[in-house]
């Protein structure tokens, strides 16, 4: 069974041309799929449709075989990274990572918010800067304190928008790096919104191509760029 389908999916805003067009994709557990497309094509609505911060028109959407068409996002058990995750200056990175937990009031006993985040901050290496401050963290520490508020989640899939476009050329290739460890140790299933066809081709089992909101090709990043 695949982690994610999409059946159909589509999205309209008001009568015009549909932002998401009869969109179907079978996404395996654990795979990485990278989508693409120019702007304005249905990359951040199809996103926000699979977390649940956008209602779908028609079509169905499932995880795990089971319809979430009407579920809140609490209830889909995803993480979604945004493209400008900035962090609370005046919060540790241990609360900072620990702030998705916190908002689902007394869901998570404290043993349980602190097993999380240390988990979490093993897996990023952040164990030794779980009490200090946002700024006086580097660049990719701070990228990677907000990657532990994704992986704290313990989330079913991570949905990724962007996340790296308004880093500068060193800190995206490194953040690169970064995540493609984190996804060797989580194996965690992925859709990651990108234009740069480095991580398309270092990160993605599949890249999927969309296009005024119609998926045009879903292939591996090799065939799709390295054709003649
Ligand atoms: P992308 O992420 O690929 O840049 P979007 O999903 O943001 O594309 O947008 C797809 C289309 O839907 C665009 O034509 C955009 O103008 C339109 N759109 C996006 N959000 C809204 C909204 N909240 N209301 C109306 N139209 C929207
Ligand atoms: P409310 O009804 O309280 O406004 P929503 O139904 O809009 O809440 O969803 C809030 C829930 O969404 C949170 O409890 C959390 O589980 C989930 N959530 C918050 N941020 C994210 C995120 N970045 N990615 C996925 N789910 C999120």
Redesign the pocket.
Known sequence: MAAITLSHVV?K??D?FP??NDVSLDIDDGEFVILV??????????L?MVVGLEDISDGEISIDGDVVNDKAPRDRKLAMVFQNYALYPHLSVFENIAFPLRLEKGKYPEDEVRRRVEKAAETLELQEHLDRKPANLSGGQRQRVAMGRAIVREARAFLF?EPLSNLDAKLRGQMRTEIARMQRRLGTTTIY?THDQTEAMTLGDRVAV?KK?VLQQVASPRALYEQP
């Open positions: 999205k805003y008001g015009g932002a998401v497309g120019p702007s304005g094509c249905g990359k951040s609505t199809l926000r928008d919104v969309l909101g």
